[in-house]
Every structure is written in structure tokens, then in C-alpha cells.
């Protein structure tokens, strides 16, 4: 069983790591306006996004085994308000987050995934945990390639199979 444990960390630490990096190939294709721009008042831009995810796994994976995952200080309201921060402060936050996740990821035992942790003061596995952050980082790396696409239109680096390309 703990050959099966270590290939599902093995597997998702790398699904994290195309996670990240496809989203950062978006953001190599926008300029420094592109992060900030919103189709509408209602929608969230890149910027928000990167905010959101940053502080998600800055609460979530800081302390993981030992804390809730939803920490006192985080102020979650205040990550969907474009602060208009600099691409540089956005890619620090985004790098300290990823940063948590990868260290904790790594450095979990396999008999750590059927421990109990808690998120919002409810109990979860941390297989459930992380699946959770899964669905919820690909949720918001859908968003920035939506955007990222609307943005540059024709002129978008198509990062994985282009149309029509299936068969070479």
C-alpha cells in the first residue's frame, strides 16, 4: 500500500507543478495592464486570481498538519479587490504560495494522507485536502487561460494541442 501513496504524492506534486507552469505561461504573454484587465465590474481579473490562489495556499498549506487550513489572519474578501499590485509583488506572493504547497507535498510521510486535518474547523483527510486543492487550482488556472485567451485573441500561444492538431 505504501508504494500506491507514493506514487499518488508523486502524481499530484507533479500535476501541481503543470498547474503552475501553464499559468505562468499565460501571464509571459500579458503585459503588466493585461493582469489587471476585467471583461466586466462583476468578473475577477488575473491579478484577483493570482491574489485568491496566493492566499488560499498561504492559509491552507502553511502549518498544514497542525492548523485549520483556514488561518485567523488570512482576510479572504480583501483577495478579490484588485489592489492594482505590481506584477512583481503578485509573482512574490504566487511563488511564497506555491512555495508551501511543494514544501508540504514533498515532505509528507505516505502514512500522513490518512491523518485528519481540518479546514473551517471541519475535520478532512488529507487526501481530501488535497484533492480540494486540486479541483480549486485548476478551477482558477481554467480562468486565467479564459482570460488570457480573450485578451490576446489571434495572438495567443496556444499551450497545449493546437486545433486541428490532434493527429501529429
Not at 466586466?40 to 488575473?46: H, T
Not at 487550482?137 to 485578451?151: E, P, R, V
Amino acid at each position: 500500500m505504501n508504494s500506491f501513496e507514493k506514487e499518488y504524492l508523486s502524481i499530484v506534486i507533479q500535476q501541481f507543478k503543470q498547474f503552475k507552469s501553464r499559468a505562468e505561461k499565460v501571464l509571459i504573454q500579458l503585459s503588466d495592464e493585461d493582469i489587471h484587465w476585467k471583461p466586466n465590474a462583476e468578473s475577477n481579473n488575473i491579478a484577483i486570481i493570482i491574489q485568491h490562489i496566493s492566499g488560499n495556499m498561504n492559509s491552507r498549506w502553511r502549518d498544514f498538519l497542525i492548523t485549520d487550513g483556514e488561518k485567523q489572519y488570512r482576510e479572504r474578501d480583501m483577495e478579490f479587490i484588485d489592489r492594482g499590485e505590481t506584477r512583481e509583488t503578485l509573482m512574490r506572493n504566487w511563488e511564497d504560495g506555491w512555495y508551501l504547497l511543494f514544501d508540504t507535498l514533498e515532505n509528507l510521510e505516505t502514512k500522513q494522507l490518512h491523518q485528519t486535518v481540518t479546514l473551517r474547523k471541519q475535520p478532512i483527510s488529507v487526501l481530501q485536502a488535497i484533492q480540494t486543492e486540486i479541483a480549486h487550482i485548476s478551477y482558477h488556472l481554467g480562468q486565467i487561460l479564459f482570460i488570457g485567451k480573450q485578451i490576446k485573441d489571434k495572438d495567443w500561444t496556444i499551450l497545449s494541442i493546437p486545433k486541428n492538431g490532434s493527429k501529429e
